[in-house]
């Protein structure tokens, strides 16, 4: 595929993403959920994402906010990229997608449609967006085996509110 | 167009002006920098540049210390332009004007000092929803520590706080008001001197956020009997890390100081200290002194400008900006009637304004998306955030032409990613 026939196509799935966003809106109630809502102060864009699980296994990702092109389109591809994994796997694959927007080495068949994003490297200024949704999963799913570790039955729900994270920042 | 025939108080055109501003030069993705930012902060002139220069390479010591020549010539300079600054926003005393670190410490110190002092429980704070965070959430934090109420006065349509509204949400309870003197995100303006005098018949304080209005207007502290005008120097010219707050001196003669240290002090005992006066009780430890005489240049250079020649060239390319943005018509400009200071509040339709703002970047435009730290006036508004385009006089209608074919262009947001 020419460099120009990829670009219309990732073009093609973006706006895709964007205007018919996938599981899209929050479930009315909450419980069962592990509900995560991250803003990023400097911008206003605002995400919650809602993280079913059984045992391992991740039954259904809900995803709600106010943000950009890139950080809706980004959202919605992350919540049909890790809905039906378990946990280990959905971890792999953000941790795929964070290096791709990093330009680092990443394994392009982990992180289907989000390969789109890739331009995203060439943005510093927009990482933050392409990774806001990313970013609340991989919080919602730290909290569940944390909770799960100590015991917990009630494990997997609970709600947890945020200012987007400075855990990418590099270590001084 | 127009600015041909428009000149500065020293007689030069847009065109000489921009050489004094070495930014003027500079590329973003490819293309010469266009800088629609100036709310945020403006470019520098050369002149401000070098005043910081000669200080750190021929006279960088500490200011107010010892009694060598050298300390006693930064001394010096570093006075001058607190007498400066007082002539030139009209204060009555240089011992009027507190050097901080912007306009947020500025009115801190205010709500701090003053206001820890005056308020009591079920007195009233006087803010309008259309403040900069800067201006509200100091105000918020006083109100909350002394059980106080904060009264959110609401803007006419244009975002303009009248006398006649302000009068609405005054009473026997009111002891401060605090008002923008311009708006950052709507452009209007506020007359402050009626505001002041409806406030001072109300008994309470008036405080002022000056720091878009100084840019467009030079207060007069006296005349318009202010009690407090806040105002920083990167907003108007100068460096950043440097800002004003003016006060009335019996008010200011009856406030503590807020931070303590060197500098602010008169006697050290054991157990016990005493202060020094106004405004040194204000500035402990080392000021920005670099900064400071940087702000002198930034004064000078706008006396040699003239206000009236940054109001007229504001005012023509704001028109300009508003009438070729509703040709266009692919947007909703929020504040269609307050472009005379430069500053337009829009949205493209159907865009998010991080996207339309990565279309702008792509072209060399630098413009604010976001909330610009004005989260009230969004509320006002009912938007979650919008583009704002804010011009100085250093800008040329070219630039504004060139802005507004990029605006035509701006739906087509997912250009930067391929």
């Given at each position: 595929?020419?460099?120009?026939?990829?670009?219309?196509?990732?073009?093609?799935?973006?706006?895709?993403?964007?205007?018919?966003?996938?599981?899209?809106?929050?479930?009315?109630?909450?419980?069962?959920?592990?509900?995560?809502?991250?803003?990023?102060?400097?911008?206003?864009?605002?995400?919650?994402?809602?993280?079913?699980?059984?045992?391992?296994?991740?039954?259904?990702?809900?995803?709600?906010?106010?943000?950009?092109?890139?950080?809706?389109?980004?959202?919605?591809?992350?919540?049909?990229?890790?809905?039906?994994?378990?946990?280990?796997?959905?971890?792999?694959?953000?941790?795929?997608?964070?290096?791709?927007?990093?330009?680092?080495?990443?394994?392009?068949?982990?992180?289907?449609?989000?390969?789109?994003?890739?331009?995203?490297?060439?943005?510093?200024?927009?990482?933050?967006?392409?990774?806001?949704?990313?970013?609340?999963?991989?919080?919602?799913?730290?909290?569940?085996?944390?909770?799960?570790?100590?015991?917990?039955?009630?494990?997997?729900?609970?709600?947890?509110?945020?200012?987007?994270?400075?855990?990418?920042?590099?270590?001084? | 167009m127009c600015e041909e025939k428009l000149l500065t108080a020293d007689g030069r055109s847009v065109a000489d002006i921009r050489k004094d501003f070495p930014m003027t030069e500079a590329e973003e993705n490819g293309h010469p920098l266009i800088y629609f930012n100036n709310g945020a902060t403006s470019l520098k002139p050369e002149c401000v540049l070098k005043v910081m220069d000669d200080y750190?390479r021929?006279?960088?010591?500490?200011?107010?210390?010892?009694?060598?020549?050298?300390?006693?010539?930064?001394?010096?300079?570093?006075?001058?332009?607190?007498?400066?600054?007082?002539?030139?926003?009209?204060?009555?005393?240089?011992?009027?004007?507190?050097?901080?670190?912007?306009?947020?410490?500025?009115?801190?110190?205010?709500?701090?000092?003053?206001?820890?002092?005056?308020?009591?429980?079920?007195?009233?704070?006087?803010?309008?929803?259309?403040?900069?965070?800067?201006?509200?959430?100091?105000?918020?934090?006083?109100?909350?520590?002394?059980?106080?109420?904060?009264?959110?006065?609401?803007?006419?349509?244009?975002?303009?706080?009248?006398?006649?509204?302000?009068?609405?949400?005054?009473?026997?309870?009111?002891?401060?008001?605090?008002?923008?003197?311009?708006?950052?995100?709507?452009?209007?303006?506020?007359?402050?001197?009626?505001?002041?005098?409806?406030?001072?018949?109300?008994?309470?304080?008036?405080?002022?956020?000056?720091?878009?209005?100084?840019v467009h207007?030079?207060?007069?502290?006296?005349?318009?009997?202010?009690?407090?005008?806040?105002?920083?120097a990167h907003k108007l010219l100068g460096p950043t890390?440097?800002?004003?707050?003016?006060?009335?001196?019996?008010?200011?003669?009856?406030?503590?100081?807020?931070?303590?240290?060197?500098?602010?002090?008169?006697?050290?005992?054991?157990?016990?200290?005493?202060?020094?006066?106004?405004?040194?009780?204000?500035?402990?430890?080392?000021?920005?002194?670099a900064e400071?005489l940087g702000m002198g240049a930034a004064l000078d250079y706008v006396d040699s400008v003239g206000y009236d020649f940054i109001r007229r060239q504001n005012e023509i390319l704001g028109?300009r900006?508003?009438?070729?943005?509703?040709?266009?018509?692919?947007?909703?400009?929020?504040?269609?009637?307050?472009?005379?200071?430069g500053?337009?509040?829009?949205?493209?339709?159907?865009?998010?304004?991080?996207?339309?703002?990565?279309?702008?970047?792509?072209e060399g435009i630098s413009l604010?998306?976001?909330?610009?730290?004005?989260?009230?006036?969004?509320?006002?508004?009912?938007?979650?955030?919008?583009?704002?385009a804010s011009v100085s006089f250093y800008n040329t209608t070219e630039e504004v032409e060139k802005f507004?074919?990029?605006?035509?262009?701006?739906?087509?947001?997912?250009?930067?990613?391929?």
């Open positions: 595929m020419s460099y120009s026939d990829q670009s219309h196509l990732f073009r093609q799935i973006v706006m895709d993403h964007y205007r018919n966003p996938r599981n899209k809106g929050l479930a009315k109630d909450p419980r069962g959920y592990m509900t995560v809502r991250l803003k990023n102060p400097s911008c206003g864009d605002d995400l919650t994402v809602q993280i079913k699980t059984e045992g391992e296994k991740i039954l259904e990702i809900r995803q709600q906010g106010e943000g950009c092109s890139i950080c809706c389109a980004s959202a919605s591809m992350m919540s049909e990229l890790l809905e039906a994994e378990t946990i280990s796997e959905a971890e792999e694959i953000i941790r795929q997608f964070k290096l791709m927007v990093q330009a680092e080495d990443y394994d392009a068949e982990k992180i289907g449609d989000a390969v789109s994003l890739q331009g995203v490297s060439r943005l510093p200024q927009r990482v933050k967006c392409a990774t806001l949704g990313w970013q609340a999963a991989e919080r919602g799913l730290k909290q569940i085996q944390k909770n799960r570790s100590e015991g917990r039955a009630d494990h997997h729900e609970g709600a947890i509110e945020a200012d987007v994270d400075k855990e990418d920042e590099h270590e001084i | 750190y021929h006279y960088g010591v500490n200011v107010a210390r010892g009694v060598d020549a050298i300390g006693y010539k930064a001394t010096h300079a570093f006075e001058e332009v607190r007498e400066q600054t007082a002539r030139f926003i009209g204060a009555k005393k240089a011992s009027e004007i507190v050097y901080v670190r912007n306009t947020t410490e500025a009115l801190n110190l205010v709500a701090y000092s003053y206001g820890n002092q005056v308020l009591k429980e079920g007195d009233e704070i006087v803010v309008s929803a259309a403040e900069h965070h800067a201006n509200y959430v100091p105000w918020q934090e006083l109100a909350k520590r002394k059980k106080a109420r904060l009264v959110v006065a609401e803007p006419d349509e244009n975002g303009v706080v009248t006398p006649e509204i302000l009068e609405n949400y005054l009473s026997d309870k009111t002891k401060i008001v605090a008002l923008f003197h311009i708006s950052n995100v709507l452009g209007a303006s506020n007359d402050l001197k009626a505001l002041a005098e409806r406030t001072h018949e109300a008994g309470a304080v008036f405080v002022a956020d000056g720091a878009q209005g100084i207007e030079r207060p007069d502290v006296t005349d318009w009997d202010l009690d407090f005008y806040a105002f920083s890390g440097i800002g004003v707050l003016w006060g009335k001196k019996e008010l200011l003669d009856q406030m503590p100081p807020w931070q303590f240290g060197g500098e602010m002090i008169d006697q050290v005992d054991i157990y016990d200290t005493t202060y020094a006066e106004v405004p040194q009780r204000f500035e402990a430890g080392t000021m920005p002194i400071v028109k900006m508003v009438e070729g943005l509703q040709a266009i018509g692919n947007n909703t400009v929020y504040n269609p009637n307050n472009y005379a200071n500053v337009i509040a829009y949205n493209i339709d159907g865009v998010h304004p991080h996207d339309a703002a990565g279309v702008y970047d792509r604010r998306a976001g909330h610009h730290c004005n989260q009230p006036t969004m509320r006002f508004l009912d938007v979650q955030s919008t583009l704002r507004l074919e990029v605006s035509k262009k701006a739906g087509d947001f997912l250009d930067v990613l391929f």
